[in-house]
């Protein structure tokens, strides 16, 4: 007899249907895995046989043949223990299921029966919606992060015998059910505040213009001036994300791990930070059995990395084409994976190894060629992609003492709110959600210049020895200077502050 139970596997982020066909035929006891199942997939036989013995059902003693279609595509993982007991049962004539063409099962089998979590639930679950699939079996541990897909009833097991007595009729289980509104409705945004920042009130100024824009930016300034705590809390001004970007996120984040049965969709923009000492494929993700990495994790969200000339340098390297096209493309012999990117990347950094080169209290004590080196860490292509620099200069002593607070996160986030508001409404009939993410093709309509802009931001353009790129990222950033002024038009005072955000590259790389 022979029996076809859905179940899904995972691409990049999108999960894809594998059937399983069980078949059961006289001849010597065997059994056979094809499909192209990875040795994760091939030992499921030996927890399988375990598990069916230990909980008193029989295994057949003929030729057991599974195929996990399509053949041609190569399964792994545990996702794929679950449907193949199943099938086994359904064709043993141990389990009756009326339609299962209605049904997917997803899930991890211990040697009692048991079922464990998997990674990358989320979007096996959409696939099965996306494939008309009606009714999902996943782990229980899983069952709020699959209940997040609207459409699909889905219950939660943590034993294979709850799935025989609920299609035998002994105990029929209800399905999750999780408030999304509600969830999604208790985004935070963290205990750090710009309040607590004292002085800086340009640098403030400048991340500020990038929160509402999406802007990459870069800090540089000798130590103890505050780029980290400034980086920190910018988040706090971040607006809040969409469903649809949240479930982008979740996604992304499901395959990683990163989802508990708590938190099944991220409630707040993600901000990662790695330590310098990561490695290429921990930055853009990859690695044998490929994973995103954590260009991929800030989707969404903020990149933040600290002390930027101490990353290895292919690992910084390998960011130019995320930062430009808004994925991570990875290549492999079995095939091509794209992780989404879309971030900011926000750096800080010295200005020589010392830290304090252009600082006027202290003296640089490093020599030319030493800065140079160190400087020429960070390469003219990575830093023509970061459309703000920021100088941040040591903080006063009258600035520490001052006992007013400076301004709160919730009133600079009002203001980006109102900008980025603006900005969805004007990119409403395209893919995109902020003026980082204008197109060349976009730029003339949205990004229309006066003859007086034109001929400063021509002078500029002359004068600082600019790139095409870095002129399309003056435009964007001065778009985003005009949101947050509530023009319509792109004026002379926007402009040129944008401009103000391209020039210090110069000062510390130039001649």
């Given at each position: 007899?022979?029996a076809?139970?859905?179940?899904?596997?995972?691409?990049?982020?999108d999960?894809?249907?594998?059937?399983?066909?069980v078949?059961?035929?006289t001849?010597l006891?065997?059994?056979?895995?094809?499909?192209?199942?990875?040795?994760?997939?091939?030992?499921?036989?030996?927890?399988?046989r375990?598990?069916?013995?230990?909980?008193?059902l029989?295994?057949?003693?003929?030729?057991?043949?599974?195929?996990?279609a399509p053949?041609?595509?190569?399964?792994?993982?545990a996702?794929?223990?679950?449907?193949?007991?199943?099938?086994?049962?359904?064709a043993?004539?141990?389990?009756?299921?009326?339609?299962?063409?209605?049904?997917?099962?997803?899930?991890?089998?211990?040697?009692?029966?048991?079922?464990r979590r998997?990674?990358?639930?989320?979007?096996m679950?959409?696939?099965?919606?996306?494939?008309?699939?009606?009714?999902?079996?996943?782990?229980?541990?899983?069952?709020?992060?699959?209940?997040?897909?609207?459409?699909?009833?889905?219950?939660?097991?943590?034993?294979?015998?709850?799935?025989?007595?609920?299609?035998?009729?002994?105990?029929?289980?209800?399905?999750?059910f999780?408030?999304i509104?509600?969830?999604?409705?208790?985004s935070?945004?963290?205990?750090?505040?710009?309040?607590?920042?004292?002085?800086?009130?340009?640098?403030?100024?400048a991340?500020?213009v990038a929160?509402?824009?999406?802007?990459?930016?870069?800090?540089i300034?000798?130590?103890?001036?505050?780029?980290?705590?400034?980086?920190?809390?910018?988040?706090?001004?971040?607006p809040?994300?969409?469903?649809?970007?949240a479930?982008?996120v979740?996604?992304?984040?499901?395959?990683?791990?990163?989802?508990?049965?708590d938190?099944?969709?991220?409630?707040?923009r993600?901000f990662?930070?790695?330590?310098?000492?990561?490695?290429?494929?921990?930055?853009?993700?990859?690695?044998a059995?490929?994973?995103?990495?954590?260009?991929?994790l800030?989707?969404?969200?903020?990149?933040?990395?600290?002390?930027?000339?101490?990353?290895?340098?292919?690992?910084?390297?390998?960011?130019?084409?995320?930062?430009?096209?808004?994925?991570?493309?990875?290549?492999?012999?079995?095939?091509?994976?794209q992780?989404?990117?879309n971030?900011?990347?926000?750096?800080?950094?010295?200005?020589c190894?010392?830290?304090?080169?252009?600082?006027?209290?202290?003296?640089?004590?490093?020599?030319?060629?030493?800065?140079?080196?160190?400087?020429?860490?960070?390469?003219?292509?990575?830093?023509?992609?970061?459309?703000?620099?920021?100088?941040?200069?040591?903080?006063?002593?009258?600035?520490?003492?001052?006992?007013?607070?400076?301004e709160?996160s919730?009133?600079?986030?009002?203001?980006?709110?109102?900008?980025?508001?603006?900005?969805?409404?004007?990119?409403?009939?395209?893919?995109?959600?902020?003026?980082?993410?204008?197109?060349?093709?976009?730029?003339?309509?949205?990004?229309?210049?006066s003859?007086?802009?034109g001929?400063?931001?021509?002078?500029?353009?002359?004068?600082?020895?600019?790139?095409?790129r870095?002129?399309?990222?003056?435009l964007?950033?001065?778009?985003?200077?005009?949101?947050?002024?509530?023009?319509?038009?792109?004026?002379?005072?926007?402009?040129?502050?944008?401009?103000?955000?391209?020039?210090l590259?110069?000062?510390?790389?130039?001649?």
């Amino acid at each position: 007899m022979i029996a076809k139970i859905n179940s899904c596997g995972v691409l990049g982020i999108d999960g894809y249907i594998v059937t399983v066909e069980v078949d059961i035929s006289t001849g010597l006891p065997a059994f056979e895995m094809v499909g192209l199942p990875d040795a994760t997939v091939k030992e499921s036989r030996e927890r399988i046989r375990a598990t069916l013995k230990n909980m008193g059902l029989q295994i057949p003693s003929k030729k057991i043949t599974v195929n996990l279609a399509p053949a041609n595509v190569k399964k792994e993982g545990a996702y794929y223990d679950v449907p193949i007991a199943v099938g086994i049962l359904c064709a043993s004539e141990q389990l009756f299921i009326d339609d299962p063409q209605e049904y997917a099962f997803f899930g991890e089998l211990s040697l009692d029966g048991e079922i464990r979590r998997l990674n990358g639930v989320l979007p096996m679950v959409i696939s099965a919606y996306q494939n008309g699939i009606k009714k999902v079996f996943v782990p229980q541990e899983n069952a709020k992060e699959a209940a997040i897909v609207k459409g699909i009833e889905v219950f939660g097991v943590s034993h294979l015998s709850e799935i025989l007595e609920h299609f035998n009729g002994d105990n029929v289980m209800n399905n999750v059910f999780v408030d999304i509104d509600k969830l999604f409705s208790d985004s935070g945004f963290g205990n750090f505040d710009f309040a607590d920042v004292k002085g800086q009130e340009n640098v403030k100024r400048a991340l500020e213009v990038a929160a509402a824009g999406g802007h990459n930016c870069l800090m540089i300034g000798p130590p103890g001036s505050g780029k980290t705590m400034l980086s920190q809390r910018l988040s706090s001004i971040l607006p809040a994300m969409s469903f649809d970007e949240a479930l982008s996120v979740a996604k992304v984040h499901s395959i990683a791990g990163l989802l508990s049965s708590d938190n099944p969709i991220a409630k707040s923009r993600p901000f990662r930070n790695p330590h310098h000492t990561i490695s290429a494929v921990g930055l853009s993700g990859g690695g044998a059995y490929p994973k995103p990495g954590e260009i991929s994790l800030s989707h969404n969200g903020v990149l933040f990395l600290d002390e930027l000339p101490e990353f290895r340098k292919d690992a910084l390297e390998v960011m130019r084409q995320p930062l430009e096209d808004g994925v991570v493309t990875i290549s492999r012999a079995s095939g091509t994976l794209q992780y989404p990117c879309n971030i900011m990347l926000v750096a800080s950094m010295n200005p020589c190894p010392c830290g304090y080169f252009g600082d006027n209290s202290r003296e640089c004590s490093c020599p030319d060629e030493k800065r140079r080196k160190y400087l020429t860490k960070i390469s003219g292509p990575l830093l023509d992609r970061i459309d703000l620099h920021i100088e941040v200069a040591a903080v006063k002593y009258d600035d520490l003492e001052k006992t007013n607070h400076s301004e709160k996160s919730a009133q600079i986030r009002e203001r980006v709110n109102r900008a980025r508001e603006i900005q969805r409404k004007r990119y409403a009939d395209s893919d995109i959600y902020s003026n980082s993410q204008l197109k060349p093709n976009m730029m003339e309509e949205h990004c229309a210049l006066s003859d007086e802009c034109g001929m400063l931001l021509k002078a500029a353009f002359e004068q600082l020895g600019l790139s095409a790129r870095a002129h399309n990222r003056i435009l964007k950033v001065a778009r985003t200077i005009a949101d947050l002024a509530g023009s319509d038009n792109i004026e002379v005072p926007h402009i040129a502050e944008a401009i103000q955000y391209r020039s210090l590259d110069r000062k510390f790389w130039g001649a």
